[in-house]
């Protein structure tokens, strides 16, 4: 199968043929990080540059540890140390980052659409990771791969996704990938942090915390975004944690083999006590491995591989 498209901007766009071919590749690529020599040739020559205007851990490392993995190389900029500080535009700033030559710009904004605006202005591989409350597409993938990992398929699991909704480009990214793999989804969080007609992007909602999670086979746990939050949206933390935190008990209410997710970072005692993160049934740092191995396939799949040759 040939992956046709120059950009990963959202999971809508990919059909469920090209998310498999992802997960397919990314399980591929997991070995490498495995062996002692964590190094392939496949992308010498290449150049990825990683643009991240917001904080980021987990995803800007693991780009570009995927990159190094690959033999590319990668450069990085902040908005903090770019001239976007002294006034130039984010589409000047992309065109002048076009000019030298990269082969993929790894991006990530705080505004939705930014990916999108900037993939139709520059010819090389644009990756979204993560535009405002928009998508977070690659996070989604590493989500996906890691059920798939532990249950086989994520068709007929009931998947459970707790948090701050509204604000959060994981939570739709996840209900749209999710159920496009034949997951049911079921979410919940307070009134507040729950958009109008977010059922259309393939959930249910549940009326209270433990109906979301009675008999779930995957719980996905999400933060507060308070960076995103205009007015506080909730009473106190205290009182958060009891009706929307994951606790032991309401871990009982699952199924016996359910896996805990979180996409990071977590926030202890909040959404979630210490004694699920840190429990046999918490995947948490498993997303994390599996993150970059994913992100090794995305590379190859934009810049080196299905795009330019036929891989079956
Ligand atoms: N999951 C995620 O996007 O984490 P970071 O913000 O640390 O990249």
Redesign the pocket.
């Known amino acids: 199968m040939r992956f046709e498209k120059k950009d990963i901007l959202d999971i809508k766009s990919l059909d469920t043929g090209e998310i498999t071919m992802i997960l397919d590749t990314a399980q591929g690529m997991k070995e490498i990080s495995e062996r002692p020599v964590k190094k392939v040739p496949t992308l010498r020559g290449k150049t990825i540059i990683l643009f991240f205007q917001?904080?980021?851990?987990?995803?800007?490392l693991s780009f570009e540890i995927a990159a190094k993995r690959l033999s590319a190389d990668t450069v990085s900029i902040a908005k903090s140390s770019s001239s976007i500080v002294k006034g130039e535009t984010l589409i000047d700033t992309a065109k002048n980052l076009e000019a030298m030559n990269p082969d993929v710009i790894v991006m990530?904004h705080s505004s939705s659409g930014a990916a999108h605006v900037i993939s139709k202005r520059v010819n090389c591989s644009i990756i979204n990771?993560?535009d405002g409350i928009h998508a977070?597409p690659s996070?989604s993938l590493l989500d996906m791969m890691s059920i798939r990992e532990k249950k086989g398929s994520l068709e007929g699991l009931n998947i459970s996704i707790v948090g701050d909704i509204s604000h959060s480009r994981?939570a739709r990214s996840d209900i749209i990938g999710f159920s496009k793999m034949g997951a049911n989804v079921t979410i919940c969080a307070p009134q507040t942090m729950i958009p109008m007609g977010i059922e259309a992007l393939g959930c249910r909602v549940a009326k209270n915390m433990d109906a979301c999670v009675e008999g779930a086979d995957v719980i996905m746990m999400l933060r507060i975004q308070r960076e995103r939050q205009g007015n506080i949206l909730f009473p106190s933390e205290r009182e958060y944690a009891s009706l929307y935190g994951l606790n032991p008990a309401r871990v009982k209410l699952a199924q016996k083999d359910v896996i805990v997710m979180h996409?990071?970072?977590m926030n202890r005692g909040v959404e979630i006590a210490s004694e699920v993160a840190d429990s046999d049934c918490s995947m948490i740092l498993d997303q994390v491995t599996n993150g970059v191995a994913l992100r090794m396939a995305l590379f190859y799949i934009v810049a080196g591989g299905s795009r330019h040759a036929d891989s079956d």
Do not use: D, L, M
């Open positions: 917001e904080p980021s851990t987990r995803t800007k990530r990771a993560g977070h996070q994981v996409p990071g970072p």
